[in-house]
Nanobody
């Protein structure tokens, strides 16, 4: 089993930045893709960003393109989400996910983190 633990959420004002981190532990044999999802109150969970093992394939939802950057450090088994120019509509619980490739991690992840709250005030 793989465990994913997110950190870095918090309360910020519109226009501020946050960086989320997600550390993977357990049976992490390498070669996996990782991604971030978010779920706002009353809304479905949506894929925000995903990155392949090599970092050569990256996906962003249209709503975050140009503002969010996903990256990873395979030596630390950690994926990051740098969020700039935050908006109130970015308020949600952000979840880390792991999958075999960038398509799987965006659609049917193998593992989920517990989530971290991001709140953006106007």
């Amino acid at each position: 089993q793989v465990q994913l633990v997110e950190s870095g959420g918090g309360l910020v004002q519109a226009g501020d930045s946050l960086r989320l981190s997600c550390a993977a532990s357990g049976r992490t044999s390498g070669g996996y893709a990782m991604g971030w999802f978010r779920q706002a109150p009353g809304k479905e969970r949506e894929s925000v960003a995903a990155i392949s093992w090599s970092g050569g394939r990256i996906y962003y939802a249209d709503s975050v393109k140009g503002r969010f950057t996903i990256s990873r450090d395979n030596g630390k088994n950690t994926v990051y989400l740098q969020m700039n120019s935050l908006k109130p509509e970015d308020t949600a619980v952000y979840y880390c996910a792991l999958g075999g490739d960038t398509i799987e991690v965006r659609t049917t992840p193998r593992s989920w983190g517990q989530g971290t709250q991001v709140t953006v005030s106007s």
